[in-house]
Nanobody, 120 residues
Framework: QVQLVESGGGLVQAGGSLRLSCAAS????????MVWYRQAPGKRRELVAG???????NYADSVKGRFTISRDNAKNTVYLQMNSLKAEDTAVYYC??????????????WGQGTQVTVSS
């Protein structure tokens, strides 16, 4: 059974940095797109950053120049380096990935979320 487990969230002051990790486990044959989303209280879930198998990345305008997404395929892990954090970055951050298990088709998976709180 495939699982995505996020870590690295916490409380940080404005201007500070955090690094989120999301590790996929299970009988994984391949992982294509890996994406970070976030959801602030009372708001819709929004895409933060995504990375494809060829390491092509895309970012929300609100985080460009401050956040960097990367992946380690050997560890089935995606990272989100967040610098120059602002109060408006406060949200629950979720990992999402398209994963194919051995002998199976592609499915979408979500992590449980990790809280990021930025104090101003």
């Amino acid at each position: 059974q495939v699982q995505l487990v996020e870590s690295g969230g916490g409380l940080v002051q404005a201007g500070g940095s955090l690094r989120l990790s999301c590790a996929a486990s299970g009988s994984i044959f391949s992982i294509s797109t890996m994406v970070w989303y976030r959801q602030a209280p009372g708001k819709r879930r929004e895409l933060v950053a995504g990375i494809g198998m060829s390491d092509i990345t895309n970012y929300a305008d609100s985080v460009k120049g401050r956040f960097t997404i990367s992946r380690d395929n050997a560890k089935n892990t995606v990272y989100l380096q967040m610098n120059s954090l602002k109060a408006e970055d406060t949200a629950v951050y979720y990992c999402n990935a398209q994963i194919r298990e051995y002998g199976s088709s592609w499915y979408e998976y979500w992590g449980q979320g990790t809280q990021v709180t930025v104090s101003s």
